[in-house]
């Protein structure tokens, strides 16, 4: 490839207060040109939010203090070559070109040394992607273009520029969020290059793990297209409860996409794209996210060839159990917060819960307890990750189990238990009012009493002491 980059106009809207200090700093001799993913998501259509600045031809100090000139600023150290820059209510990021040498393993094992003098294409052989490795010239209204990046981009590839990729093993898991963000494939020779990284897998820490497969869960456009990338890695091979699914075979008849890894990837992309969790906040797309990649986990421990309504088929009974027990593993492995970890469980253990109504639907009393059940999922929770499980089966789609999800999604509205399980309606404080001293049978009676309350025997204060009343949970010379 040619040491010359290509060059194209595009006109990039950049923040009045962030020009005016790339202006002057080209006024006191600097070349800035802006880099990484504002070019990126400028050119894939989408609004840029964090602009970084790269400096050539001053040294780091030098920046420093000009830009302190025009406002505040941070000189986070020269370990890192970067200067913060705040004008106006937003953040800038400045820094000066580097090498990047490895000392030692894992994904901090590097010693940065800022050479202010260093050519564009150099600096840029740091950079993981072609498609994080543009340039911008603001001047000119130019985009710079060494290594095929802008090409990449529209081919949808993650190709990584040079052997120094091999250097961070992050880079990997860098890689399956962005699949799954921008709806990329990995490039071959990049997979290749991922193989080869994988004894350094082990020396990631765990939160760094987390953070990259949070940016999946939350930001994905097509999430299928980030484990597609985890898969032809060869790095999938680290989450052995995903790398179970591969090739693991299910009933043509009820499964016609294919394996469990296939329908998995169905299942994702139908949350994303086929119901509105774009609109959800962070958490909760994470937690529903998780609870449909983890949904059918327990099937790789319950897939047998055996007889069912008098044919021999590929059949899992049980597999949402062992889904619980896996899914936990598996978050425990990618260091999620506890809160996730619990979420996710009650989701998987419960997906098939409109399946134990073949011919019927749900009763109140049943909802109700569902509600309880799976704290602190919710029904709600509960409704995306099956209708994501049912919209995972291209082409089939069950016009009786549109029914019951519609159905479900109206009985939970209508009971309140959309969100939470019913609060209990007895209260300690109202056995003291009828005259109950605090003591150990308190806890007996309100628990009875909230399991009469879930089937619905009363719905207010009144009706329930009646009811412990007509029970004979209290005593008459209590009265």
């Known amino acids: 490839m040619s040491d010359s980059p290509v060059r194209s106009h595009f006109p990039i809207q950049i923040p009045e207060e962030l020009s005016e200090a790339i202006d002057y700093l080209e006024l006191k001799g600097a070349r800035a040109r802006l880099v990484g993913g504002c070019v990126r998501d400028a050119l894939l259509g989408k609004t840029p939010k964090d602009f970084d600045v790269e400096v050539y031809g001053l040294e780091l100090d030098r920046i420093a203090e000009l830009l302190q000139s025009i406002g505040k600023t941070d000189c986070v150290g020269k370990s890192f070559a970067v200067v913060k820059l705040w004008r106006k209510g937003r953040e800038y990021d400045f820094s ?15 010693k940065i040394k800022p050479d202010e003098a260093l050519d564009e294409r150099t600096a840029l052989r740091r950079r993981d992607f072609t498609i994080n490795a543009l340039l911008y010239d603001p001047g000119k209204q130019e985009i710079i273009d060494y290594f095929g990046g802008k090409t990449d981009l529209e081919q949808g590839m993650l190709r990584h520029v040079s052997d120094a990729f091999a250097e961070d093993p992050l880079r990997v898991l860098r890689a399956m969020q962005f699949a799954g963000r921008f709806n990329f494939a990995l490039h071959q020779d990049t997979a290749r290059v991922c193989k080869r990284m994988k004894p350094e897998f082990h020396t990631l820490a765990k939160e760094r793990i987390w953070i990259e497969w949070r940016k999946w869960a939350t930001e994905s456009t097509s999430p299928s297209a980030g484990m597609k990338a985890l898969r032809d890695s060869g790095w999938i091979a680290f989450f052995p409860e995903l790398n179970a699914l591969l090739r693991l075979p299910q009933d043509p008849e009820w499964h016609p996409e294919g394996d469990v890894f296939t329908h998995t990837l169905h299942c994702l992309d139908a949350l994303a794209n086929r119901t509105d969790w774009k609109d959800q906040n962070d958490s909760t797309r994470c937690t529903l996210m998780f609870g449909t990649l983890c949904h059918d986990l327990g099937k790789a421990r319950q897939t047998r060839f055996a007889e069912k309504q008098g044919k021999l088929r590929w059949i899992s009974p049980g597999h949402d ?5 896996l899914s936990e593993r598996l978050l425990a492995r990618i260091g999620a917060p506890h809160l996730l970890v619990e979420k996710t469980r009650k989701l998987v253990e419960n997906h098939h819960f409109l399946n134990s ?8 009393s049943s909802l109700r ?6 704290y602190p999922a919710t029904t709600n929770e509960l409704h995306y990750v099956m209708t994501s499980d049912h919209l995972g089966r291209p082409p089939l789609i069950s016009p009786q189990q549109d029914r019951r999800l519609s159905d479900f999604k109206r009985r939970i509205e209508e009971l309140a238990v959309k969100d939470s399980a019913p609060k209990q309606i007895v209260q300690g404080r109202d056995l003291i009012s009828i005259g109950l001293k605090p003591g150990p049978d308190f806890k007996s009676i309100l628990s009875q009493a909230y399991e009469a309350q879930l089937d619905g025997a009363f719905t207010n204060t009144d009706e329930g002491i009646d009811w412990i009343r007509i029970q004979g949970l209290i005593q008459e010379d209590r009265d």
């Open 369 to 374: 307890r569902l509600s309880k059940r799976i």
């Open 321 to 325: 159990q062992d889904s619980g027990w």
């Open 96 to 110: 000066v070109p580097r090498t990047e040498s490895k000392s030692g393993s894992g994904h901090r094992g590097f």
């Open 357 to 364: 109504f073949a011919d019927a639907f749900p009763s109140a």
